[in-house]
């Protein structure tokens, strides 16, 4: 007996109800991507290791997927590299690329390769699956979309603010209300570290710091204290994980705290110059509030940082992020080219709509008019018929063959068509067509020389 079919863990099969409803967030999102100017790119699904390798901290570097090199794969390593059983000697000879694991780092290197041929600023988008070797859990998969959006070229603040409000716009079309946003400065996080006595343990704090809301306030103590930080730093650090009011005065404490730090004065300068500007402009479903805990695992941020969270009573992680990551390109040989952008997690905000029945009912129509078959000269006219619906935009189709009519009227309910129409040996004499609503069971009759009298009721 042959083996049931399976497919990897973080994988997933689409059917056509669901691809329907991720082409509409697809869609929403790409639209207000190019309302606010920005052009869209493409990058291969894999790039050289050396592209990715090292941009994304011990963990990020640790869910990259690998490829496995062409032939013969193991013959150039020697048997000490093989006998030591050693994946960070044996990888590098074994595998020379990698499934990107997002979009931004891509996105640097098209940048650099590209730079003669772009115009600066340069705003792109870019809607991608990436692949991560994570723990699959709701929310979380293995091989998921990222939707991209960054600017690059222009060190402005009014960068971010325009972000935020692309953010907004989008939730507003999908109609998802009271979108929580956090905001938060890298460099805030840096005068931190430096005023506790960590700063040469930065990314060690920024890392333990983002996983207060998974592991807890002494969880994320512990970790610290394991990643070598002293008790006495950590205690420095205790009071953000309680900081409360509201973002003026969080911002009146940070400032407090971060007096004899330049690097972290000018995080908060930053934060108010973007907090008091959206606040001026107003959002229509984001809401924008300081987190100071906020610290994005990704190294390459490098000012601003956001994420965005799903909606009060809809328990999920976050539904998009993003910040600054100044001279990204650097690492690629581009020096002194600013960066900042954002990510909408598809998945998640797929999961998010269907929790709140947020989809349109009509996305489940991918039939908007089925034409019974009740014979070949019947079947005819009913082509003729679909091509001049079609001609208008209505999508029509016509049953394949001329099966019992029960049977073609339990295909179309299960394919949820609203109107069925019927051209029977009658119709064709009196060259009309009858048109019967699926939902109401009401019938009307048009004249086949007269498709705009029935085109202008749907």
Same mark, same amino acid.
């Given at each position: ?38 052009? #869209? ?35 150039? @390593? ?10 960070? !000697?044996?990888?590098?000879? %074994? ?55 960054? @600017? ?9 603010? =325009? ?41 060690? *704090? $920024? ?14 103590? &512990? ?15 205790? #009071?953000? *994980? ?6 003026? =005065? ?8 971060? &007096? ?12 108010? *110059? ?5 606040? =001026?402009?107003?959002?229509?479903? /984001?809401?924008?509030? !300081? ?13 601003? %940082?956001?994420?965005?969270? /799903? #909606? ?5 992680? +976050? ?18 080219? +600013? ?9 998640? %905000? ?19 008019? !089925? ?10 006219? +009913? ?36 109107? @069925? ?8 004499? =009196?060259? $009309? ?5 699926? /939902? ?10 007269? %498709?705009?009298? *029935?085109?202008? +009721?749907?």
């Amino acid at each position: 007996m042959a083996q049931k079919p399976s497919i990897p863990k973080g994988t997933r099969d689409f059917s056509p109800t669901e691809v329907n409803k991720r082409n509409y967030i697809f869609d929403t999102i790409k639209k207000h991507f190019q309302v606010f100017g920005f052009q #869209p790119i493409e990058t291969p699904s894999f790039e050289n290791s050396e592209t990715l390798m090292g941009k994304y901290g011990d963990e990020g570097d640790r869910l990259i997927f690998k490829i496995l090199n062409s032939g013969d794969f193991l013959s150039k @390593v020697d048997d000490i590299t093989y006998s030591s059983k050693n994946a960070n !000697l044996l990888v590098p000879k %074994i595998s020379e690329k990698a499934l990107r694991y997002d979009l931004t780092v891509p996105f640097a290197r098209y940048v650099v390769m590209h730079q003669n041929e772009i115009a600066f600023p340069f705003k792109r988008y870019q809607i991608q699956p990436v692949w991560r070797a994570d723990r699959p859990q709701k929310g979380r998969f293995r091989e998921f979309y990222q939707c991209d959006a960054d @600017v690059v070229g222009a060190n402005s603040l009014l960068q971010e603010v =325009e972000l935020i409000q692309l953010y907004d716009a989008v939730f507003t079309d999908l109609k998802l209300r009271g979108v929580p946003m956090k905001l938060n400065n890298r460099k805030i996080l840096a005068g931190i570290a430096e005023i506790i006595g960590a700063k040469q343990l930065l990314v060690d *704090f $920024t890392v333990a710091l983002d996983k207060l809301d998974k592991i807890g306030e002494e969880g994320v103590k &512990q970790e610290m204290l394991d990643k070598g930080i002293s008790e006495s730093s950590v205690a420095k650090a205790a #009071p953000l *994980f309680s900081l409360t009011g509201s973002g003026e =005065e969080r911002l009146s404490v940070l400032k407090n705290l971060l &007096q004899d730090s330049e690097q972290g004065l000018e995080g908060i300068s930053e934060l108010e *110059f973007i907090m008091d500007t959206v606040k =001026e402009i107003g959002l229509k479903s /984001a809401q924008l509030s !300081l987190d100071v805990t906020l610290a994005r695992g990704l190294n390459y941020y490098t000012g601003t %940082i956001l994420e965005v969270g /799903a #909606p009060e009573g809809v328990k999920m992680g +976050s539904i998009g992020g993003g910040g600054r990551y100044d001279d990204l390109t650097g690492i690629f040989g581009l020096k002194d080219v +600013s960066g900042v952008g954002i990510s909408f997690g598809l998945d998640r %905000i797929y999961l998010v709509l269907e929790e709140l029945n947020l989809f349109p009912q009509t996305l489940e129509q991918s039939t908007q008019v !089925l034409c019974l078959n009740f014979g070949e000269k019947e079947a005819l006219a +009913s082509l003729k018929l679909i091509s001049a619906l079609r001609e208008s935009g209505i999508k029509a189709d016509l049953y394949p063959t001329n099966a019992k009519i029960n049977k073609q009227f339990k295909y179309a309910n299960n394919r949820n068509v609203p109107y @069925v129409i019927l051209i029977g040996e009658e119709e064709l004499t =009196e060259h $009309t067509f009858v048109v019967k609503d699926m /939902a109401s069971g009401g019938q009307k009759t048009f004249y086949l020389d007269s %498709i705009k009298d *029935f085109t202008a +009721s749907l």
